[in-house]
């Protein structure tokens, strides 16, 4: 996971390269028909960027995985009741993997036309995804880990809206390890599942 030190300073840089078109976030699915501390840590994070004119936009990036939930569109609900403009919202829903969140997300942002985009997650899956971005997707992709320290200041003002996820709920569902066995998945982690033709 990166450092505390390194996530101000990545913040820092992205307050003076920004404001950026768009930045994506990685889905994670629903626990319990509700959202995990790390997805409300994920959608927070977004919404404080997206307040702070760091960002103009949010993509969150994600199918239906683990659960019979699209995680995009989810996400997508949790950040319109804490604030976010729907209009400022974009979804990608094919991605099955981290590195397939990052891959289509970054094709879809330049089919409309956004340019300046920016990774907007945890540390431990910025440090995880960084150098698969740089080598895989595109060097001109910044990285926004969120800081802890920030979050914590937001938490007394944090809120749990009451959702109906019943329309996203995918039909004759089928989780990743139902469909696919270990040594696929493994190889969709590491990126080497895409589809490279999504999005053209």
Same mark, same amino acid.
């Given at each position: 996971?990166l ?7 990545l *913040?820092? !840089?992205? +307050? ?10 990685p889905?994670?699915?629903? $626990?319990?028909? /509700?959202?995990?501390? %790390?997805? =409300? ?7 404080? #960027? ?6 103009k ?22 950040? +319109?009741a804490?604030g &976010? ?5 974009? %979804? $990608? ?6 590195? !397939?969140?990052?891959y ?5 942002? /330049?089919? #409309?036309?956004?340019?300046h985009?920016?990774?907007a ?13 740089? =080598?895989?997707?595109?060097?001109? &992709?910044?990285c ?6 920030t979050?914590?200041?937001m !938490? ?5 809206p009451t &959702?109906?996820?019943?329309? *996203? ?8 390890? +139902? ?6 998945? *493994?190889?969709? %982690?590491?990126?080497?599942? &895409? ?6």
């Amino acid at each position: 996971m990166l450092s505390s030190k390194s996530t101000k300073k990545l *913040l820092k !840089e992205a +307050e003076e390269n920004g404001p950026y078109d768009l930045i994506i976030v990685p889905g994670i699915p629903l $626990e319990k028909d /509700q959202w995990s501390r %790390t997805m =409300k840590a994920r959608v927070y994070w977004s919404k404080y #960027l997206f307040d702070r004119g760091i960002a103009k936009n949010i993509m969150y990036s994600g199918g239906a995985v683990y659960t019979p939930y699209v995680e995009a569109e989810v996400m997508a609900l949790y950040g +319109e009741a804490i604030g &976010i403009p729907r209009e400022n919202i974009f %979804t $990608e829903t094919k991605a099955e993997h981290s590195t !397939e969140n990052i891959y289509y997300s970054y094709k879809k942002a /330049q089919k #409309l036309n956004f340019n300046h985009i920016a990774l907007a997650t945890d540390p431990f899956q910025t440090k995880m995804l960084r150098r698969f971005v740089r =080598k895989k997707v595109s060097k001109d &992709i910044d990285c926004i880990p969120m800081v802890f320290d920030t979050l914590k200041t937001m !938490e007394q003002t944090m809120i749990d809206p009451t &959702i109906n996820f019943d329309s *996203l709920k995918v039909k004759d569902f089928q989780s990743l390890p +139902e469909k696919q066995g270990f040594w696929k998945r *493994l190889r969709g %982690t590491r990126g080497l599942n &895409i589809d490279k033709t999504a999005y053209e």
